[in-house]
C-alpha cells in the first residue's frame, strides 16, 4: 500500500511538471527539450524494471541510447522496437498484448497498440499516425506512463536517501591542490650545531638506503663532517617525498577573495588583447565600408544614363499598363452586352421555334372533331332519353285521364244502389 501511495505521489507531480510544460508551450510555443526529458524518465524506470536482463537478455534485443525514441533515426526499427517494449511492460502489469513482427503493417501495429491503450484507459489523444513515426514525444510519452504501471505493478518503492557518517571536505572548485615543500636550503651551521650538540641524545633514524649514523658521544671532527655529509645526502634524497597536500577549503573566505583577484587580473588581461583585436576590426570594417561606399557612387555614376533610360523605359510601361487596363474594361463591357443580346436572341428564336410548332401541328383540330363527334353522340343520346322520357309522362296522363273517365261514370250507378 505504501509503494502505492509513493507512486500516486510521483505521477502527480510528474502530471503537474508536464502539464506545466504543456502550458508553457502552447504560450511561448512547444518545448523542443521535453521530448529529451521524458525519455531520460523512461531510460530511468526501465533501468529500475532490470529492463537489460529481463528484456534485452531474454528478447534478443539490444541496449537502447538514453534519447532512442527522442530522435527520429530508422521508423519501422523504432516502431518494432516500440511494439516490443511496450508487450513486455503490459506484461509485467498482468496484460496481455502480443508482439509485433518485424514485417506487420505499421497500420495495424499502431491500431493494436492504440486499441491497448484505450483498454488499460491510458489516453490516446494524439493521432495514429504520431506512433507510426516510432519516434516523438507521444511514443515516449505513452511508453513513460506504461513503465510507471509496470512500477507500480512490481510495488517499488522510493526509499529515502541515505546519507553517510563521514564528513569529506569537497574540494573548491578550479582551485589547484597547494604544495608546501621544505625548504631545501639548509644552514650549515645550524646543521653542525645540531649534530655537534653534547647533550641532545636523540637519534634521528630516516628510512631510505643510506641510514644516517649515529654520532658518538664525543665525536672528533672529521666524524662530524663526515655525519654533516650524510645528512644533507638524506635531506637531498627524502626532500621531494616531504610534501604536505593541502585542500582548500570552500568556505575560506581568503581564497574565494584570491580566486577573484585572479579572476579579475585574467579578465582585464583578455579585455585588453580582446580590445585591441576589437579596434582593429573596428578599423577593418570602417576601411570595408568606405571602400563600399566609394565603389558604389563610382557603379552608380557609371550606370546613371542606364538607369535614366530605365526610369523612362518604365514609366512608358506604366503608360502602356493603364491605356491596356483601361482597353480592357472596355473589351469586357463590350462583352457583357454581347452576351446579354445573345441571351436575348436565342429567347426570340425559341419563341419563334413554338409558335411555328403550333401552327403546323394538327393535334388540335382532331382534338375538336373528336370533341363534336363525342358531343352529338350525347346530344343524340339526351335526345332519346328525352323521348322515353316523354313517352312516359304521355302514358301516364293518359292513364289518369282513363282512370279519370272510368270514375265518373261509375259515381252514378252507386246512387242509384
Not at 570552500?250 to 585588453?272: Q, Y
Not at 480592357?328 to 413554338?354: C, F, I
Request: some cysteine; proline content about 4%.
Amino acid at each position: 500500500m505504501e509503494d502505492d501511495e509513493d507512486l500516486r505521489d510521483e505521477e502527480p507531480r510528474k502530471g503537474d511538471k508536464s502539464e506545466k510544460r504543456r502550458g508553457e508551450g502552447s504560450e511561448t510555443g512547444e518545448d523542443p527539450f521535453a521530448v529529451f526529458t521524458i525519455m531520460e524518465s523512461l531510460h530511468d524506470k526501465l533501468k529500475l524494471l532490470d529492463y537489460d536482463s529481463d528484456f534485452c537478455a531474454k528478447r534478443g534485443f539490444k541496449s537502447i541510447p538514453r534519447h532512442y525514441f527522442a530522435i527520429a533515426e530508422n521508423a519501422s526499427e523504432q516502431l518494432y522496437y516500440f511494439g516490443n517494449l511496450l508487450s513486455w511492460l503490459l506484461s509485467i502489469t498482468g496484460q496481455r498484448f502480443t508482439p509485433p513482427d518485424q514485417y506487420d503493417d505499421p497500420n495495424t501495429v499502431t491500431t493494436n497498440i492504440m486499441l491497448e491503450l484505450r483498454k488499460q484507459g491510458l489516453p490516446t489523444e494524439f493521432s495514429q499516425t504520431k506512433l507510426k513515426q516510432g519516434s516523438g514525444e507521444e511514443v515516449c510519452q505513452v511508453l513513460n506512463n506504461v513503465a510507471q504501471l509496470a512500477l507500480k505493478a512490481r510495488k517499488w518503492k522510493w526509499s529515502k536517501p541515505e546519507h553517510g557518517r563521514e564528513e569529506f571536505v569537497d574540494e573548491a572548485p578550479h582551485h589547484e591542490d597547494v604544495e608546501v615543500v621544505a625548504e631545501r636550503v639548509v644552514e650549515r651551521d645550524e646543521v653542525e650545531e645540531n649534530i655537534m650538540d653534547d647533550d641532545d641524545d636523540v637519534v634521528v633514524d630516516m628510512s631510505g638506503p643510506a641510514p644516517a649514523p649515529q654520532p658518538t658521544a664525543e665525536p672528533d671532527k672529521a666524524a662530524a663532517e663526515q655525519a654533516q655529509a650524510v645528512w644533507l645526502a638524506e635531506v637531498e634524497r627524502v626532500l621531494p617525498l616531504l610534501k604536505i597536500h593541502l585542500r582548500a577549503d570552500i568556505k575560506d573566505w581568503r581564497g574565494h577573495v584570491e580566486e577573484m583577484m585572479n579572476n579579475r587580473a585574467g579578465i582585464a588581461d583578455s579585455l585588453t588583447t580582446t580590445q585591441e583585436q576589437l579596434e582593429k576590426l573596428s578599423t577593418d570594417i570602417a576601411k570595408t565600408l568606405e571602400k563600399i561606399g566609394s565603389r558604389e557612387k563610382y557603379v552608380n555614376s557609371q550606370l546613371e544614363s542606364l538607369i535614366s533610360d530605365y526610369r523612362s523605359q518604365q514609366d512608358a510601361l506604366a503608360a502602356v499598363t493603364t491605356r491596356w487596363n483601361q482597353s480592357s474594361g472596355g473589351v469586357d463591357e463590350l462583352s457583357r452586352e454581347l452576351t446579354r443580346l445573345t441571351e436575348d436572341l436565342d429567347k426570340v428564336k425559341g419563341q419563334l421555334d413554338e409558335k411555328g410548332t403550333s401552327m403546323t401541328d394538327a393535334s388540335p383540330l382532331v382534338k375538336i372533331k373528336q370533341a363534336l363527334t363525342k358531343i352529338k353522340m350525347e346530344i343524340s343520346q339526351m335526345d332519346v332519353r328525352v323521348g322515353v322520357i316523354q313517352h312516359i309522362l304521355l302514358s301516364a296522363s293518359l292513364r289518369e285521364k282513363s282512370a279519370m273517365v272510368h270514375g265518373m261514370h261509375a259515381v252514378p250507378v252507386l246512387d242509384d244502389e
